[in-house]
């Protein structure tokens, strides 16, 4: 049982901390969510609470919305521990490690677009991987070793063989941002081959729906870049038609393969790694996983089921093919199934239906 308390004090921004009501929090152990206003970051919050972790998170809202916090309240039922502030500040960690005792870090909080880091690589280096080094710098220094890091399938590229293993080699990246998420794996097996750290590298594959209650989910500032999500808008009438990028591929449908994977299945593979790093309890430790569901879907087939399970008929045309995108990649998730004890248990359709029960759920632009 976690031992509880009543605070008076519980959320908090940089410069200006102010007092809810008092409330009974159990005091358990506390997980710093770097990113945890964002969209993977906030699903991975609810499901940390529900396990009786107590999430302390920091975020700059960069490409979130402080909103999300009040999701999350809804949600969760009481107020967040939450820290205003940018990843690559060393300063912010030194007071987030002297005002709590953090027991283990999850680090999201990266830029993620594939375009925009084409352009602005300088960008997407610099806070990708300045953001891991100053956490990884502060850890050390308060001595705390337990890190979960978001990495990607992208790491796979175009893949010899489907579905890649966590052994299948990795490739070239194709965008400076899968090359920070390579190089940010390169760094963390550096770090953990020689200090005490214990750490895993989490590979997502497409992360898609949203939580059931519609209180958060995916929330792309400017036109998407993202299948769902412009699926999602379409359906609501913020975009017209929906493009698909290539029917020529060759895959059964001639439209590209993906493993998309409920958010929420994500979450907890979280909490699962979590408390695998938590009973290893090994120093210079170091492991990656897939987290996937298994299975590949095409476009065309995430754009008809979302018709199907919403009874809608989104309009969609078909174009070129997008410079940079795989033909085809999903996951063999056996290890994390073995390993974590983790399998995704929730269906393509149920994102679909909880990603727009989401959208439907916001104000119209
Ligand atoms: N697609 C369309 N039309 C759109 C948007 C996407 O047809 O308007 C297609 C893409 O061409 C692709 C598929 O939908 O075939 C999925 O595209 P997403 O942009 O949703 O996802 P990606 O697979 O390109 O990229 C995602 C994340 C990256 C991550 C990568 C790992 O956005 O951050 O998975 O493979 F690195």
Not at 129 to 135: F, M, R, T, Y
Request: aromatic share 10%; glycine share 8%; with cysteine.
């Amino acid at each position: 049982m976690p031992k509880c308390t009543y605070y008076t004090h519980s959320f908090v921004t940089a410069n200006m901390p102010f007092v809810t009501s008092p409330l009974l929090i159990c005091q358990a152990m506390k997980i710093l969510v770097t990113g945890g206003a964002g969209f993977i970051g906030s699903h991975t919050v609810v499901s940390l609470s529900e396990a009786g972790f107590t999430p302390v998170i920091l975020d700059n809202f960069s490409n979130s919305n402080p909103e999300v916090l009040a999701g999350l309240e809804a949600i969760l039922g009481y107020p967040v521990i939450f820290y205003e502030g940018d990843c690559n500040d060393s300063g912010i960690y030194s007071r987030i490690f002297t005002e709590h005792e953090i027991g283990s870090i999850i680090h999201f909080a990266a830029y993620k677009a594939v375009g925009e880091s084409m352009e602005q690589p300088l960008k997407y280096y610099r806070n990708n991987l300045g953001s891991l080094l100053a956490l990884l710098d502060s850890m050390q220094q308060h001595g705390a070793g337990n890190l979960i890091f978001s990495s990607s399938c992208t790491v796979y590229g175009e893949p010899d063989q489907v579905p890649v293993t966590e052994n299948t080699p990795v490739k070239p990246a194709s965008s400076v941002y899968g090359n920070t998420k390579q190089i940010g794996e390169e760094i963390l097996q550096d770090v953990a081959s020689s200090l005490p750290f214990s750490i895993i590298s989490l590979r997502y594959f497409n992360p898609v729906g949203a939580h059931p209650s519609g209180l958060i989910g995916e929330l792309p500032i400017g036109v998407p870049n993202n299948l769902v999500p412009f699926v999602t808008q379409t359906a609501a009438g913020i975009r017209e038609v929906i493009t698909i990028f290539g029917n020529d591929y060759p895959t059964p449908d001639g439209t590209c393969i993906r493993d998309y994977i409920h958010v929420m299945d994500l979450a907890e593979a979280h909490v699962a790694a979590l408390n695998h790093l938590l009973k290893v309890k090994r120093e210079k430790y170091y492991d990656v996983f897939n987290v996937g569901t298994g299975t590949g879907n095409s476009v065309l087939e995430v754009v008809n089921t979302f018709d199907q399970v919403n009874n809608m008929h989104v309009a969609h045309q078909f174009g070129p093919r997008r410079s940079g995108d795989v033909i085809a990649v999903w996951g063999n998730v056996d290890k994390s199934a073995e390993v974590l004890g983790w399998k995704a248990s929730r269906s393509l359709a149920q994102a679909l239906k909880d990603a727009w029960n989401w959208q439907n759920r916001l104000p119209k632009p």
